[in-house]
């Protein structure tokens, strides 16, 4: 099959890419750009465990084509630390022991985040609501949802500074 080229960007850089028109994002991601964090479970839209953002919204990248992310702003979960700094989110996840084995963590992350974009002050019930679409066979559900609501805390506490 002819290969077309595509151009987007992930995680703020940009990428070119050749690929058979019929590849799915996550495969791109994960197998052209060696970004392994989004991962294929299910592969038909019901696990989450391949959630990426683009252009802001929250998708499983197991069901969108690789050519529909032309132009777009992709974000993954590689994206969310910054200069060496874990997102609070994904401190909040580690102390709150909110994974077990990992697999479905990136989606959860990343669900979470978009939420977090959306509503900055999420009640549990939106925070479920958010990671509807995320399974975790490891049944973490409670740390998780802990954890985001505790990052949603800690983002609206006031930045104290030197001259505070
Ligand atoms: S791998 Fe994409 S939703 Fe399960
Ligand atoms: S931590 Fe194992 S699937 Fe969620």
Known sequence: ??????????????????????????????DDLKLKGAKEA?????CGACVVLLDGEAVNSCLVLAVQAEGSQVITVEG??????????????????????????????????ALLMDNPNP??????????GNLCRCTGYHEIIEAVGKTAADLQQPVLTSES
């Open 123 to 132: 009640n549990p019930e939106e925070i479920r609501a958010a990671i509807a």
């Open 80 to 113: 969310l630390a910054s200069k060496g700094q874990l997102h609070p989110l994904q401190q909040n996840f580690i102390e709150n022991w909110a994974f077990q084995c990992g697999y479905c963590t990136a989606g959860m992350l990343i669900s979470s985040y």
């Open 42 to 46: 299910c592969g038909q839209g019901d």
């Open 1 to 30: 099959m002819a290969e077309i080229n595509l151009s987007f960007s992930v995680n703020d850089q940009k990428m070119e890419v050749s690929t058979e028109p019929t590849r799915t994002l996550l495969s791109v991601l994960r």
